[in-house]
């Protein structure tokens, strides 16, 4: 994790948790006919969990790009070739509006295409397909799951809590598929500072735990790298290109009305309506991740 956003607290990922939950999944996949993987399309590689491949190795996998809604078009469009290229099948999604949905389906019909075959040639044609969602908190495994189950089972109830495993939990969907929830709590990958800040910026780590104001300047500075249009055109204001998160974040501020007694600029509130307002994609669709780097 990256330290300058940690203050007093830590989160909750401890290694007897990781190893329970990489084992229930090992144990539960015999369970299920595919597994899909949710990414968030914002941060697609930084949203993965770092050992997912090893656990799950030989099911068939559809990687699900979450909140497309909200990501750059262009980039999520490269990125699904990307994927493509390393021989995966990656479908765009939007859980909270149901865009993406058919495609997956499709997806994951055909991906076990020879499987469906074989189980019509044993008169088998109306046995429910099982996938296994899996992905790390906050990148909208229970909004996808409610949106697949809408009309069948019934909504679903996830709570995502760090470092507490859940049962298992199944919901069937209108379709004839099943939906078998993440065993346990996945990890992501958080020895990477670079992915931390990302996954930060998502709002995939809670911000009681980060420091607000530099969690701000440091994604205000990605921002004008990867778009530098973006924040000029949000707050109507001129920016030069050597100025500082931090520097730009005060500008916002005063900007945006946000001042302290004595007319100092309260960049607290500043940045707490930033990181909102990125997150809402009242910038844009902004994609932090892109192929080739930053
Ligand atoms: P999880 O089960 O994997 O932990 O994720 P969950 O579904 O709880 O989703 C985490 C947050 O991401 C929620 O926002 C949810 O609304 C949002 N979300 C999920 N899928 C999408 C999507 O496709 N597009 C967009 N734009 N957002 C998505 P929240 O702020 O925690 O709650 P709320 O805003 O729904 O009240």
Do not use: C
């Not at 084992?23 to 697609?44: F, N």
């Not at 055909?110 to 074989?118: D, F, G, S, T, V």
Request: glycine content about 8%; proline content about 5%.
């Amino acid at each position: 994790m990256p330290e300058e956003f940690i203050s007093a607290k830590q989160i909750q990922w401890f290694p007897g948790h990781m190893a329970k939950t990489r084992r229930k999944i090992a144990e539960d996949l015999k369970l299920v006919d595919i597994v899909a993987e949710i990414l968030d399309a914002r941060i697609p590689e930084s949203s993965k969990n770092p050992v997912l491949r090893d656990i799950v190795q030989s099911k068939p996998k559809v990687t699900i790009l979450n909140k497309s809604d909200i990501a750059d078009l262009n980039a999520t469009a490269k990125w699904v070739t990307e994927y493509k290229r390393k021989n995966e099948k990656a479908i765009p999604i939007d859980a909270k509006n149901g865009r993406g949905i058919p495609e997956f389906y499709n997806a994951v019909r055909e991906a076990l295409k020879e499987r469906i075959a074989a189980w019509e040639r044993k008169g088998m044609s109306g046995r429910p397909i099982r996938i296994m969602i899996l992905g790390i908190p906050n990148v909208g495994k229970s909004s996808l799951i409610n949106r697949l189950t809408r009309g069948g089972a019934g909504k679903a109830e996830v709570q995502d809590r760090p470092g507490i495993t859940r049962q298992n939990k199944w919901f069937t969907t209108q379709k004839g598929f099943e939906l078998l929830d993440t065993p346990g709590v996945l990890w992501p990958k958080f020895d990477d500072p670079r992915v931390g800040r990302l996954l930060a910026y998502t709002g995939a780590i809670k911000d009681e735990i980060l420091d607000i104001e530099t969690l701000a300047a440091g994604l205000i500075e990605l921002i004008m790298k990867l778009y530098p249009q973006a924040i000029q055109k949000r707050y109507s204001i001129e920016l030069d290109k050597d100025l500082k998160g931090y520097e730009i974040l005060e500008l916002i501020g005063r900007k945006r009305g946000m001042f302290i007694s004595g007319g100092e600029i309260n960049t607290e509130r500043a940045a707490i309506m930033f990181v909102d307002e990125f997150r809402a994609a009242k910038l844009g669709r902004l994609t932090l991740e892109h192929i080739n780097g930053f």
